[in-house]
């Protein structure tokens, strides 16, 4: 009977609520770009081009809630259950996502200003709070067994490939620090891991016999 | 005949409606923080940290709407069948998760000002109508029977928590009126409570033989 | 092979974008209701009690939007197939709820200035609109079969119902001209009548043998 | 087994989520009209009349985006499955629509100033990438063999509306340039072309023998 309150559910609820977060964040993110006022002297051209920061920033954000939402959505194809636990981890991670136009717009604002640094370095730590939240939905999900019908390699695959996205992402914040060359360089390596997850768990699948 | 026209409906476009309004007030919070201006003298991190107010509020908005969020898909995974007064009286409970960014923003913005207690109390008071709220759709939804497949213990547990939901969340709103310090106690011993209500509804079970 | 192409779908994604719609029109009126700024001499309840038009207005738009959310899902529990001239259709409405929060913040603004009667003959003219919107997208689905499976008598008294929606809602247009208080009172006739779509059918079928 | 990790998967959340972005970018729009100051010696609907220029740009944005949603909505009927490289083309399209409020708001701020032409022309340019985007996710979906099901001569008449589709929206651009009255009655033919998408399907069908 006990059994009968406490027992699991599906995960149709918590995809929709979470669909909802993601869409919502993602388009709240053009909201900071600014409709430029007429000058004179001046194209609209040339004037939005002095918005770049705001645009590259536009740019950053959507494919990091994309590809965030892509993973999300790559994870929940092998997920079928939940339980309260579950949709609480996967709230603190929807609390990142919501934060992420914040940290956007402290990217758009003060690239070009003395917190440029500062503002690289915040956007990495949140960006590095999703990648660990995404590991803890998994592992927690992986753990209790939510994951029933997907064979064990590709689990195991799976849950290597998370852990080494929380790893990935913390070294990312710490290599900010010193180089935002080498930064945008580790970003972009990560956008070509995780946009495509399928791929790389089938690629570690393929190279073990 | 009459019957056909007035007969019962699923639950599949309250909970898509409701999951949107919940998405929507949850990532408007985040609005709310301000991108802090370029000080020459000052760290990025220093200059946030003046925002802590703001940041202590989305907090505290963020997980209320997440748990009411989680409790209303807890009652729809028993309840399984709606009408319009039903639609109507979780209209109401939609209302009061609008309300919340603005009594989010409330907090935020006069935490630290004179008018602190009296923004404590009004977002209590907020609290506390999304309580009654909950307990209302509740209500209504087990004695039109609209949670038939569930046994009777779990239904009579569950309704017994939700009782508790407005019984404690009132007693809040009056607390909140004489101790911040007691207030904060007891809104944290809330979430605790109604983060896992299905470990309460089992907890409860378990103690009867 | 033509038939193929321009055959008719099921109505679930219209309902879900119809849900997003009018889930972000709802959340967003609340948008228009200012935090106050901290005055010495005053408590935050008389500051709040200043801004009573934006909060009679807020409740007037939350409630329009909720009743027209309750008719739609009312009539897609009968339409069960959709064509693209009913997505077409659909978008009317859907423009129409994107403009309620417009004209709500046009009533809070101006209750109280020079402009009320004209504010309230705008959103008069508003809520007609939605009311027609809402007739258009019933006949035309009623008109092209869409809603089978659903008795002949539950069909002809919901066609009453959502033409007498129509023409109610343009008197009060006209009403509106003359007297606010009339105005008032055929407005919230017209909830009464609204929000429970289901019952009004019922009666009709019980009264006629 | 590399197989069951790469397999493709449903398009529902696909869906869900596109529907959420298409609909608050939809809504969005309304935030850029804003409400009139009273003035003692004015009309509120000689005010409002001044605000033409926004009404037209909402209007056009507004179905712009209904329109686009109405051919994903389309092309979904007979895309059955995906796999991260679709969500991917699928994500650009998204951005597109997202930037959508932003050209729109351009168009309205600008009409009337010198920037008039170029803001067009702008609008012009993001509706041709809007097509572009509609284009590929169509054309990857079919090369992929993900609209399984449906006849080979509605899947080529459908490749062939949507190749169109880019072509004809990028010499709007072109003509843009030009003549703003040739943009608008171009603009006005593609969208009676695309609101009924499965009708030009079906004509283009009855054609051939």
């Given at each position: 009977?006990?059994?009968?309150?406490?027992?699991?559910?599906?995960?149709?609820?918590?995809?929709?609520?979470?669909?909802?977060?993601?869409?919502?964040?993602?388009?709240?993110?053009?909201?900071d770009i600014h409709v430029p006022d007429f000058k004179e002297n001046e194209t609209l051209m040339h004037s939005l081009s002095h918005e770049w920061p705001s645009i590259i920033a536009?740019?950053?954000?959507?494919?990091?809630i994309l590809i965030c939402w892509i993973n999300h959505h790559y994870m929940f194809t092998m997920i079928r259950q939940s339980n309260s636990k579950l949709l609480f981890i996967n709230g603190f991670k929807l609390l990142i996502v919501t934060i992420t136009p914040f940290a956007t717009a402290l990217l758009s604002r003060h690239m070009e200003t003395g917190w440029?640094?500062?503002?690289?370095?915040?956007?990495?730590?949140?960006?590095a709070l999703m990648g660990i939240a995404m590991t803890c939905?998994?592992?927690?999900?992986?753990?209790m067994g939510f994951t029933k019908g997907t064979s064990t390699e590709v689990l195991t695959?799976?849950?290597?490939?998370?852990?080494?996205?929380?790893?990935?992402?913390?070294?990312?914040?710490i290599v900010s620090y010193f180089?935002?060359?080498?930064?945008?360089?580790?970003?972009?390596?990560?956008?070509?891991?995780?946009?495509?997850?399928e791929k790389i768990v089938a690629w570690q699948l393929e190279r073990r016999p």
């Open positions: 009977m006990a059994d009968q309150a406490a027992n699991t559910r599906g995960t149709e609820r918590l995809e929709a609520f979470s669909d909802g977060v993601f869409a919502i964040a993602i388009t709240l993110l053009i909201l536009l740019l950053i954000g959507f494919f990091t440029g640094p500062s503002a690289i370095t915040t956007y990495a730590f949140n960006f939905v998994w592992c927690y999900a992986h753990f695959a799976t849950t290597r490939l998370y852990i080494f996205a929380s790893l990935f992402s913390i070294t990312i914040v180089s935002i060359a080498a930064w945008l360089i580790l970003f972009f390596i990560m956008f070509l891991i995780f946009v495509f997850p």
